[in-house]
């Protein structure tokens, strides 16, 4: 379980990685200065910046076992989640919407909805690891 939850974070980063890059080539930070925006640099940067910091943790955890790192990676995985379903309910109230600027609008459907899916298969793979390796 330990290493299907590593394959779907890493899965997770690319369909993110994805997002990010086309929000940017769509003028995203361009648009910070000048424009409303839904997406605030704090929010653009801090969601992949605290799952990168998270992934690491859960890395150091499969190269350690100890319960502390699991449950640390799912902790800094909560904020994590917590940023990206903001960044979700802004991008989906934007779509269409008066306040729906060219970079938010340019997220595609189908990048979304995977980035979506595979992200809280990896939140629930986490937190079922944490809880096994706590019993051990």
Sequence with gaps: MEIAAL???VLTAVAGFYRLTGWLS????????TKVTRFPVVL????PTLAVLALATWVAFLLTAR????????????????LGFTMFTRWLTGQGG???????QGFPVVAVVVHG???VLTFVLVLLTAITVSRR
Excluded: I, T
């Design 7 to 9: 394959v779907m974070w």
């Design 26 to 33: 769509n003028g995203g930070l361009r648009q910070q200065g």
């Design 44 to 47: 653009v940067v801090g969601h």
């Design 67 to 82: 319960s502390v790192y699991a449950w640390s990676a799912f902790g800094a995985l909560v904020l994590v989640a917590l």
């Design 98 to 104: 008066k306040h729906a600027r060219d970079a938010e």
């Design 117 to 119: 899916v595979v992200a």
